[in-house]
């Protein structure tokens, strides 16, 4: 198991140094990182080059991500524009996200979870072409449309839950965000755990467990679910991470200052440092996520673990 | 009273094409301490007769429309579905082809052992593993204590095969089926794991129904045969008549078609045709397409089972054609040298399995 | 499906991220798909279905498996219904002024956030442009970014993944690396970054950005697919009885191994139309004067308590569109997924 995890750890660093290099030199094609620098104003010639020698940009492109590599594993991720630390940013930021990442993830778990083992059970009855009706519906609205919709009715007109999430987005306001931001992976969770479900459920393996006269609760829980959870769980896992990516919309809409509320500020202002930093921790916690993924996926399945 | 006996029992499965007829009345019985072989092509019924039996039929589609299942003398198909669970893998049992497929792949084999005896008689985890490795001992794993933490895909085939024996014989009952437990093994191997189950049947006087397409390896164990085709017994017969003197032609193909050492440099004899498509039956006789002795009547009336001699039915028109009815021995060549494939000893021979040599009439 | 991971929305057709999670979702979904009650006609075990003719191998000749597919399909109800709505979607694309006379770009302010009257079915905009007229032309857009940027990625993504697969070794090795590293860049991320400098107000950009992060998704499916065509025998044999690699490739592989880049392709045709709306209303994706369904949502939705018909008719008319699209997608892989039949 360790060597497992050893290897797949060594096997992400190159992926990592691609992923940022490719961030990286995306932003730089974006434009100025001086004149995003300077706010509004446009800097003058001297501050400019200081700035520029400052920040090493006169050096050549490669030059630049090693010096902030270097920079981001000390623990430095530069300066956004209005002169806050990207990492007091970060600090203020990623809490909330990782909140709202987790309401959804939790609702994809219960509800998606729970809705695919019902209709994988039952295919072909009523309550599964409903289910999948719904889950049509989640996969084909998007997510800014269900958003705005949810916002208007949830929020202004029959005024459940506030239209807007507060500063400091305590886990109640995020529900209604988070099912937002979920719904689409929640409406895949539930398809996908019916087919696994339903494809299981014809294996030998439950037949034998019904053969051993086992009882239907135990046959389920211990015998299909066990099997058929393996590609949701994998699913869910490097879902996480593109939530957190994906957040950008949501916030926009429920006015969440998170991640993606950051991004979308320092990408309006073109500020090099703060898109760089932040999609440099999202691709760490994606790479993480995924790793996190293989070893659940080695504890569920043995053929792997023994590979 | 027989311990299972099964009554004109149908099975058919809806699809979207259509009903298709999997089971079309049958009937058979095992006694206590008695072997059945149950033979046929695959598509026959013989594996969906079975799983009637067990009550693991897939339903839907499956669905049984008519016939009783006598278990100890009572109907298992008017049980609760409670009352059966009990009865399932307490006291009767099913072995499986593939035990690969057929094993949980994520828990290990001790868990699925042990997990037999925490269900049905309630033992703690830890007593069910011991339970555990002392069946994998008895089955012949070796260093049964330290592999009961394995998972099946560890194993061979020949011991997950054993395991799979050993998950059926766990809680001793008193019937156990067996579908078609040697043919995903290497032939070597078949022998083993067919002896072992036939060493372990014998020592807990277990009845047994035996599955198969392989006609050696019913030679060597069985009681008694029923042949199965299209979803009806054509032929069910002591295993030593059925041998030297089948009574239906469908069972005359079967041992022709057999590679026999005295017929070497012959041409083998191969039945014509092909198994009928379940959904196609052919009117009448099911078998009138592919058989030398069909005429007129077989293609328009299903023959019902005659009686042959006592114990002995054929579900053929011209029984009184075929070897098993002309009572003329059929020559000592078709008793001789018959080699089945995986079998030691001629189907005619002395060795008479489960040590029940009666009377050879 | 909007959000930057577009990995769920196709069906996993164009995953952004979750590489295998979502790549199993697009072929395991198949498998066992709607098949409802009917299930499979053989009962397991034994299977009476075996003795019937046409078993058929895994991978079918290929004019038999594209009839088939096309039996199938013309029976089924899902695959018309959403056939039909793709060809009408089409027509106005292409003609839009054979049902909408007027001009999207002529608006009057004096009639700003007005609901439906006669002749305006749909009221109008908070720009007093005609919610109607814009609704179908915008139809345009999004057909045209969603056609042009599947082609787009079919081609480069099926051309680098198929000649990776057949040919493998070190290009096959570096391919897969640089699929890994585009799979960690989340898509509407990536096009915030990238478009956020463009102020060109055509299509092109979009389709570009579009083209250049999801080419690798379609590549994995190319390659996959040619892989296990290539195991297959008739391959082995066309190899051992000389066959070129050309002609390997473009007379044996090639017409087994397109189904799964079509299927993977219409899927993600729908997640590009989601996501050029999405771009549009975060303000990357198209300008104005251009007409998107994403725009006129992004524009509207100040207003959506009061005036809500200025969103709910092209949120709808986009929702109609995706939904047809993955419905076309979904069912074309049931009548091409060879497993099934």
Redesign the interface.
């Known amino acids: 198991m360790g060597r497992y995890v050893t290897r797949r750890l060594l096997q992400m660093i190159p992926v990592f140094v691609g992923t940022t290099l490719l961030i990286f030199l995306m932003v730089h094609v974006m434009g100025d990182p001086v004149a995003g620098l300077c706010g509004e104003r446009q800097c003058d010639p001297a501050t400019e080059a200081r700035l520029r020698q400052e920040f090493g940009l006169d050096q050549p492109v490669w030059r630049q991500y090693l010096t902030y590599m270097g920079n981001v594993f000390s623990g430095d991720f530069g300066t956004a524009f209005n002169g806050q630390r990207v990492i007091d940013l970060m600090a203020t930021a990623f809490p909330v996200t990782l909140r709202l990442t987790l309401v959804a993830v939790v609702l994809e778990i219960v509800i998606g979870i729970t809705l695919g083992v019902v209709t994988g059970l039952r295919r072909g009855r009523p309550v599964d072409t409903s289910v999948l009706l719904l889950t049509l519906m989640a996969v084909s609205v998007p997510i800014f449309v269900t958003g705005l919709l949810a916002q208007l009715l949830l929020g202004v007109e029959w005024r459940l839950v506030p239209p807007a999430v507060s500063a400091a987005a305590p886990l109640d306001e995020l529900i209604v965000p988070g099912l937002v931001l979920a719904s689409v992976s929640l409406a895949y969770v539930t398809r996908l755990t019916r087919t696994s479900v339903a494809e299981n459920a014809r294996a030998d393996y439950v037949r034998t467990a019904v053969a051993k006269g086992l009882p239907r609760h135990r046959v389920i829980t211990r015998h299909l679910l066990r099997n058929s959870l393996i590609p949701v769980v994998t699913f869910i896992g490097t879902d996480v991470g593109a939530l957190m990516g994906g957040a950008i919309v949501t916030e926009r809409i429920f006015n969440i200052h998170g991640v993606g509320f950051q991004l979308y500020q320092g990408i309006l202002r073109q500020n090099t440092q703060t898109v760089v930093g932040f999609v440099t921790v999202l691709v760490i916690v994606f790479l993480l996520a995924n790793l996190l993924v293989d070893v659940v996926y080695a504890v569920l399945d043995p053929r792997i673990r023994h590979a | 009273m027989a311990l299972l006996e099964v009554t004109g029992l149908h099975v058919e499965f809806r699809t979207r094409d259509g009903t298709v007829p999997a089971v079309s009345g049958v009937s058979y019985r095992v006694d206590a301490g008695e072997t059945l072989a149950v033979l046929g092509e695959s598509g026959s019924g013989k594996s969906v007769t079975a799983q009637a039996v067990m009550g693991i039929l897939d339903s839907p589609p499956g669905r049984i429309t008519a016939g009783r299942v006598l278990f100890r003398g009572q109907d298992l198909l008017t049980l609760k579905e409670e009352r059966r669970r009990r009865i399932r893998g307490a006291e009767m049992a099913m072995i499986f082809q593939d035990a690969l497929s057929a094993l949980n792949p994520v828990l290990t084999v001790g868990a699925q052992l042990g997990e037999m005896f925490t269900v049905h008689r309630g033992m703690s985890r830890k007593a069910a593993r011991a339970e555990a490795v002392r069946l994998m001992d008895r089955v012949g794993i070796p260093a049964a204590k330290d592999r009961a933490g394995d998972y099946p895909h560890q194993f061979s085939g020949g011991m997950r095969q054993r395991i799979m024996i050993a998950m059926a014989l766990a809680l001793e009952p008193a019937l156990i089926i067996a579908d078609e437990p040697t043919t995903a093994l290497d032939v070597t191997v078949q022998a083993q794991v067919m002896d072992l189950l036939a060493e372990l049947r014998r020592e807990l006087a277990m009845g047994l129904v035996l599955i198969t397409h392989d006609l050696g390896v019913v030679a060597d164990v069985a009681d008694r045969i029923v042949v199965m085709y299209a979803g009806r017994i054509v032929e069910s017969a002591p295993v030593r008549d059925i041998y030297r003197r089948p009574a239906h032609p469908y069972t005359e193909g079967l041992l022709e078609s057999v590679p026999r050492v005295d017929r070497k440099g012959r041409e083998l004899y191969a039945i014509k045709g092909l198994p009928p498509n379940p959904r196609r039956i052919p009117p009448g006789c099911a078998f009138h397409p592919r058989c030398p002795r069909a005429r007129e009547v077989c293609r328009t009336e299903v023959p019902p089972q005659f009686e042959v001699a006592p114990e002995r039915t054929s579900a053929c028109f011209f029984w009184r054609e075929t070897p098993g009815g002309t009572g003329a021995p059929d020559g000592t060549e078709m008793r001789g040298g018959t080699e089945m494939p995986g079998g030691t000893e001629t189907p005619g021979g002395t060795r008479a399995p489960g040590g029940t040599e009666e009377g050879d009439g | 499906?909007?959000?930057?991971?577009v990995?769920?929305?196709g069906d996993g057709a164009v995953a952004?991220?979750?590489?295998?999670?979502?790549m199993?979702?697009a072929t395991?979904?198949g498998?066992?798909?709607?098949r409802?009650?009917?299930?499979?006609?053989?009962?397991?075990?034994?299977?009476?279905?075996?003795?019937?003719?046409g078993g058929g191998g895994p991978v079918g000749r290929p004019r038999g498996l594209w009839a088939d597919a096309w039996r199938d399909l013309r029976r089924d109800p899902v695959f018309v219904v959403s056939a039909l709505v793709i060809v009408f979607l089409v027509v106005i694309a292409v003609r839009p002024s054979l049902i909408a006379g007027g001009n999207p770009l002529s608006c009057d302010l004096g009639r700003a956030q007005e609901g439906a009257r006669p002749g305006h079915p749909f009221g109008f905009t908070a720009q007093g442009c005609d919610v109607y007229t814009r609704t179908v032309y915008g139809a345009r857009t999004s057909v045209v970014v969603g056609v042009l940027a599947s082609l787009g990625v079919a081609l480069i993504g099926s051309v680098l993944g198929g000649l990776a697969g057949f040919f493998g070794g070190f290009w096959d090795a570096a391919l897969s690396?640089?699929t890994?590293?585009?799979f960690?860049?989340?898509v509407?991320?990536?096009g915030?970054?990238?478009l956020?400098?463009v102020t060109s107000s055509t299509v092109w950009p979009v389709i570009g950005f579009m083209v250049l992060l999801t080419w690798p998704q379609l590549s994995r499916i190319a390659r996959g697919s040619v892989l296990s065509v290539k195991q297959n025998d008739f391959v082995q044999a066309a190899r051992a009885l000389g066959a070129s690699s050309t002609r390997l490739l473009l007379r044996h592989i090639l017409p087994n191994a397109v189904a799964p880049v079509i299927v993977v392709a219409t899927i993600a045709l729908?997640t590009f139309i989601?996501l050029e709306?999405?771009l549009s209303?975060?303000g990357?994706g198209l300008k104005p004067p251009a007409v998107s369904w994403g725009i006129d949502?992004s524009n509207a939705?100040p207003y959506?308590?009061n005036s809500?018909h200025m969103?709910l008719w092209p949120?709808g008319a986009?929702?109609?569109t995706?939904?047809a699209f993955?419905?076309l997608g979904d069912v074309v892989r049931d009548a091409l997924d060879p497993k099934l039949r």
Do not use: H, K
């Open positions: 499906m909007p959000e930057p991971r990995s769920p929305a952004a991220t979750g590489a295998g999670g979502a199993d979702l395991s979904e498998a066992a798909r709607e409802g009650p009917e299930g499979p006609p053989v009962p397991r075990g034994t299977a009476p279905g075996d003795a019937g003719p690396r640089v890994d590293i585009f960690g860049i989340p509407v991320l990536g915030l970054v990238l956020s400098v729908s989601a709306a999405t209303y975060l990357v949502i939705s959506i308590r809500p969103l949120a986009l929702a109609v995706v939904l993955i419905m």
